[in-house]
């Protein structure tokens, strides 16, 4: 008599409400979760992109000139819930992403000083405090800086483990240059270090190739150090605010299936038009490290 086998979870780009997915999703089926969700800032964000040298709309520049421009593209996303309502927002969501992590999966939650907080006691309650790995910060520092206080030039990535087994494949992480490489000698000089839990990337630069003009974009640099840390080729890798697919492209680079769920068409559309352009995903790379952790204690 032949045992059916648990169903699987979707795969690919979904348009979609991520809180319908989560429900739909099995049990136990997700290695990792990234998930980059609003910020709670309380606005709606808004990105426009423009091509000058054409166009009806002016604009002042350098030395009081004044220049055509036209606006190519324009993407927005509200974040503007109340604290209340965000954070009731955020939780039922995270305890479906819990319960459909694989034992050995982890999740990587991205936010910054608006709602850090409130969520990594959402975290501790969801997860437990002794499944919490790290707080990395993310530092740049690009954009405007405040006058009347220091610049903030940060966000904060939350991960927390399933269990106490998780990944984390030192091995297959990019390596930084050493502060004072005379100090350590040659080899581990050209070698390099493994990076700590402050990493100083830049952000997507605004003529950059990477750019798609989607609101907040992240690097992909970034993700592909989260995603080669914490899984295996092979791995399924999911994120429920996808945005424009950054943690898709990094995933199909690096050998990992995918899934990618938002619910804003331009976003999906975003998304899909990358990884096609993206061509067939790197060969992944050789599985160096035992990939298991503990926890602390």
């Known amino acids: 008599m032949s045992t059916a086998l648990p169903p699987a979870a979707p795969e690919g780009v979904l348009l979609a409400d991520n809180l319908d997915v989560l429900r739909s999703l099995p049990e136990g089926c997700i290695d990792l979760v990234y998930v980059d969700p609003p910020f709670g800032t309380g606005q709606v964000r808004r990105l426009g992109t423009i091509r000058t040298g054409g166009g009806t709309s002016t604009r002042r520049g350098f030395a009081g000139r004044t220049y055509n421009y036209e606006v190519t593209s324009r993407y927005a996303y509200r974040d503007d819930m109340a604290l209340e309502d965000y954070l009731c927002f955020l939780e039922v969501r995270l305890r479906e992403m819990h319960r459909a992590l694989t034992p050995s999966g982890s999740l990587y939650l991205h936010l910054d000083f608006h709602a850090v907080h409130h969520a ?31 610049p903030r030039k940060h966000d904060n990535i939350l991960w927390y483990a399933k269990s106490d087994h998780w990944t984390f494949n030192t091995a297959d992480i990019d390596r930084i240059p050493y502060m004072a490489p005379g100090l350590v000698g040659p080899e581990k000089a050209r070698r390099g270090k493994l990076p700590t839990d402050t990493w100083w990337l830049t952000i997507v630069p605004t003529s950059g190739r990477e750019r798609t003009g989607y609101p907040t974009q992240k690097p992909l640099k970034l993700l592909e150090r989260v995603v080669a840390a914490s899984s295996r080729p092979g791995d399924l890798v999911a994120d429920f605010f996808c945005g424009s697919g950054t943690t898709g492209v990094a995933a199909a680079r690096l050998g990992r299936r995918y899934l990618l769920v938002d619910s804003n068409p331009e976003a999906v559309s975003i998304a899909r038009r990358r990884l096609q352009l993206d061509g067939p995903p790197r060969p992944a790379p050789g599985e160096t490290a035992s990939g298991a952790g503990s926890s602390p204690g």
């Open 120 to 150: 990594r006691l959402l975290m501790d309650e969801i997860f437990g405090p002794e499944r919490f790995l790290n707080e990395v910060i993310w530092a740049y520092d690009f954009g405007g800086r405040a006058r009347d206080r220091w």
